[in-house]
């Protein structure tokens, strides 16, 4: 066992602060989670930590002490630390004393088969995290495979990507390509692809979603761009009231998925059951 760090320039500390930033996540291809529950998630899930990061004297859950003594039993790195150590790391006020640095998964386009029955969204130019992480969040709730992310999409392994997916960045799978490769992509294998549009003349709510499609969604300012709207085999929109011209891109994104998962279950294609037999508290 590593003997307790107490000083914040620990090398191991040093690491896990810098992956705040996108150019670290992606030099190093790791990711720092923080809290009970996202990083027994990440174990549940069989992801490949680099190390665990536990304040002894902050860590009171008795589900989360078994959870160590598991990851110790896999081998996994347990590094102990003082408070004032964590609290360096931390991105919360009042830290639960458990942290994780983990090495990120990344999909291959070539695996993506809407036109086989499988639920996606597709998401350009997505530029908030935490809209991604909600996007992730709900993908889940509703059965999806996962996402890909176009254009300049923001990180999701971005620290308010993670909180906000509430676990759904370790079961969700992730894609990311660029607009040349996911033209090539749609040429070759002519998936189901829908779009959304204020001015689209199909009512999200009337249309008829085929068994598989990918959803593609546009950024917060913009919208789904010409490029991307030309592939779409149809355009809906969501009907709006009163003085606001558009909606939150998680919202939107929830409400039309929301009606892609209520028709799916209304055709029996989908189940109550878990992906997961373990509940995370």
């Known amino acids: 066992m590593d003997p307790l760090i107490t000083s914040p ?7 896990a602060r810098r992956l705040r930033e996108r150019k670290v996540r992606e030099q190093s291809g790791l990711f720092y989670v923080e809290g009970i529950r996202l990083v027994a998630e990440a174990l549940a899930q069989g992801w490949s930590i680099e190390m665990l990061i536990i304040a002894p004297d902050r860590l009171s859950s008795e589900f989360a002490y078994q959870k160590v003594e598991a990851a110790r039993a896999r ?11 964590f609290e360096s790391l931390s991105l919360k006020e009042n830290p639960q004393g458990i942290a994780a640095v983990i090495h990120q998964r990344w999909g291959s386009l070539s695996a993506v088969r809407p036109d086989k029955g499988e639920l996606w969204i597709g998401l350009e130019a997505i530029q908030d995290p935490g809209n ?13 495979q996962g996402v890909v992310l176009l254009e300049h999409t923001t990180d999701p392994y971005d620290p308010a990507a993670v909180r906000a997916s509430m676990g759904a960045i370790f079961t969700q799978q992730l894609v990311r ?4 490769v996911f033209l090539r992509w749609v040429a070759e294998h002519h998936p189901p692809l829908i779009g959304t549009s204020d001015k689209a ?4 709510h009337d249309f008829i979603y085929p068994e598989g499609l990918m959803l593609l969604m546009g950024s917060e300012r913009e919208g789904l761009s010409p490029v991307y709207a030309s592939l779409c085999q149809a355009m809906v929109a969501i009907p709006m009231v009163g003085r606001v011209d558009s909606l939150n891109v998680a919202v939107a994104t929830a409400i039309v998925l929301y009606e892609i998962f209520n028709q ?5 294609k989908l189940t109550s059951a878990c992906k997961g037999e373990e ?3």
Not at 9 to 15: E, T
Not at 75 to 85: D, H, L, T, Y
């Open 201 to 204: 003349a199909q009512d999200y």
């Open 177 to 180: 390509t660029s607009r040349e």
């Open 264 to 268: 799916r279950r209304r055709k029996g």
């Open 75 to 85: 081998g996994i790195r347990v590094v102990e630390v003082s408070p004032r150590a």
């Open 132 to 144: 991604l992480g909600t996007i992730l969040r709900t993908a889940e709730a509703v059965g999806a």
């Open 279 to 281: 509940r995370i508290p």
């Open 9 to 15: 320039a620990n090398p191991s500390l040093k690491l």
